[in-house]
């Protein structure tokens, strides 16, 4: 493959903006969804990008907010490292197309403001204050979406200004107190759900929801949303494609993919757990207690996407309901055996992972197939 | 009731102990000596919240290490630093304890956290309450359980003067079904408490 064959490829995420003449619907959904994706890529490294506990000290030193916010995009900039990639395949493809200067300028200033924009969330997201700062993103969407799709050359310069002024202000802007307020109404009712879902269950379980729905609940919605749509794709993969042959691997490989996704609530519940292990250790119950809960209760979330992807198959006849039942077995063990890799694996845990998950889902094809 | 033989324990190239053997029977027991001696390593593994490289440590007759389980339902445990999860509110905690000791809090529980004055925290998080009213947490949660050894590192550490009070009571009542072994620099509450002081720099031939 030539190489800028392959620039051009890595740069198709970037490109499709500039595609064609798609609608203004379809402009604005599309950049929402890569803003959504910078903002999912960000949150999943949410703890490392805020700096974690020691942020309590360093709040109480004398460091302007403006310069925290400069600090928090330095960061925000390493950690996007890989997202950047299509940027710079991109910017390397406009400048090989045979575009009249006013346009190449104009890809530039979008690719420019998306990068803006991308970033105002992750911060946003970063101190979880998105409400104004939602509207001027969606407001911003707006214009470039209608920008994208003018074809009076003014009109394009003046709403991509206009959505370069929206989108730096916000990235720039320090977050100030009466943004950061939250709403008493939803912080009651918050709370009030909080309480109450932990009231009628077994104490360690209790302790296990408010892990993942009260301390780490952005990270909590971000991976079991992934895995949901993750389950999702694949059903709507195997539907466009009419329950063929194809529908089962791919069945195999979203339920291998929803695996390894879930399977980092166990980093999650283990670093929770590391500081009290001490105490824990005093009290009279076994030394594998949080494992056999943490696993059971990672295995219990991957239920939901295990039913997206199986129904439509049983449904469809694609499988019989014992090859269902011994993929939905072997897909828990499958789980379980991956807080293993996860735990220690060490730097290479995602492979790992990702090796055994591979293995589970050639033998579980082997099988069933 | 807590016995001890042959206890070692070395961190790295420095041993806190070697062949340390001593039991103690029903009572009120005071552990001091200077810093760094290794009152609080004492206490961790007596309480099984740290293994020690020789030795054994029976509780209430079951042996810590063959029998872990059935020892540490006997017993309760109050490290110096309160290491619980900061997302979980008091009430969470005493349940917690309560549930892995098979038991519910029982009345000297509820009269403790009465007495400590910590209603107005059961629905707090831990991570918001002050290191006094967590301290307080850790001790209603010792009395969980109807223990026969109680470990409490540095009980009186962060509490105010009339906690102190019902403290000193508490031990009182305890003293004559439990060892209620305390490290402490508080020479007045082991005067008050009328406890029997074990010098562990003396215990271990470190004078």
């Not at chain 2, 991570?127 to 223990?147: E, H, N, R, V, Y």
Request: glycine share 8%.
């Amino acid at each position: 493959m030539p190489a800028l064959l392959q620039v051009k490829f890595l740069a198709a995420p970037i490109l499709a903006i500039f595609s064609e003449k798609q609608g203004t619907a379809a402009h604005f959904t599309y950049l929402t969804l890569l803003e959504v994706i910078g903002l999912l890529w960000s949150g999943l490294q949410r703890n490392n990008i805020a700096g974690g506990d020691s942020m309590l000290f360093i709040s109480t030193l004398p460091i302007s907010a403006r310069n925290k916010r400069m600090v928090d995009l330095g960061i925000l900039f390493l950690a996007d490292s890989l997202l950047f990639l299509p940027v710079i395949a991109a910017a390397i493809i406009f400048a090989t197309l045979p575009l009249p200067s006013s346009e190449l300028i104009s890809h530039y200033l979008v690719t420019g403001i998306l990068i803006s924009l991308v970033l105002t969330a992750q911060l946003s997201g970063l101190h979880q204050r998105f409400s104004p700062r939602l509207f001027v993103i969606l407001a911003a969407n707006i214009l470039l979406s209608i920008s994208l799709e003018s074809s009076a050359s003014i009109t394009t310069w003046l709403l991509q200004i206009a959505a370069l002024f929206l989108a730096l202000s916000m990235v720039f802007m320090p977050e100030s107190q009466r943004l950061r307020a939250p709403r008493q109404w939803r912080h009651h009712l918050l709370i009030h759900a909080r309480k109450h879902l932990v009231k009628w269950v077994h104490p360690a379980l209790g302790i296990q929801l408010k892990a993942l729905f009260m301390e780490r609940v952005t990270e909590t919605f971000i991976r079991f949303g992934m895995s949901i749509a993750l389950a999702a794709g694949a059903d709507a993969l195997i539907n466009i494609e009419e329950y063929d042959y194809r529908s089962l691997p791919i069945g195999i490989i979203a339920l291998a993919g929803i695996a390894i996704i879930l399977s980092g609530f166990y980093r999650t519940l283990h670093s929770l757990h590391g500081p009290v292990s001490e105490f824990m250790r005093s009290l009279p119950v076994s030394s594998g207690f949080w494992v056999q809960r943490d696993t059971a209760l990672v295995a219990s979330l991957g239920f939901a996407p295990l039913c997206i992807v199986v129904y439509p198959l049983l449904v469809q006849h694609i499988v019989s309901l014992l090859a269902a039942g011994f993929t939905g077995i072997t897909y828990v063990c499958l789980i379980g055996l991956l807080r293993f890799t996860q735990l220690n694996g060490g730097r290479q845990s995602v492979l790992l992972s990702t090796i055994l998950a591979a293995a589970w889902a050639w033998f579980t094809a082997i099988s069933v197939i | 009731m807590l016995r001890f033989e042959q206890l070692g324990k070395t961190y790295g190239s420095h041993s806190v102990f070697e062949n340390l053997s001593h039991r103690f029977s029903c009572g009120t027991f005071a552990l001091q000596g200077p810093n760094g001696i290794g009152k609080s390593t004492l206490l961790a593994l007596l309480a099984g919240a740290q293994t020690p490289d020789t030795g054994e440590i029976w509780i209430d007759g079951h042996p810590l290490g063959g029998e872990a389980i059935a020892a540490k339902r006997r017993l309760s445990y109050v490290p110096d630093e309160c290491p619980i999860y900061p997302f979980i509110s008091g009430k969470d905690f005493l349940r917690f304890v309560a549930a892995a000791k098979k038991t519910k809090p029982g009345k000297e529980t509820d009269d403790l956290v009465a007495g400590l004055g910590l209603f107005p925290y059961l629905d707090t998080r831990f991570d918001a309450m002050s290191l006094g009213t967590q301290k307080k947490f850790m001790l209603c949660a010792a009395w969980i359980g109807d223990p026969a050894v109680m470990l409490i590192d540095e009980p009186t550490n962060g509490l105010d003067a009339a906690s102190k009070e019902l403290l000193v009571r508490l031990f009182e009542v305890r003293q004559n079904r439990s060892v209620v072994l305390f490290s402490t620099h508080d020479a007045e509450f082991v005067e008050t408490v009328n406890a029997t002081v074990v010098q562990l720099d003396l215990l271990i031939g470190k004078p």
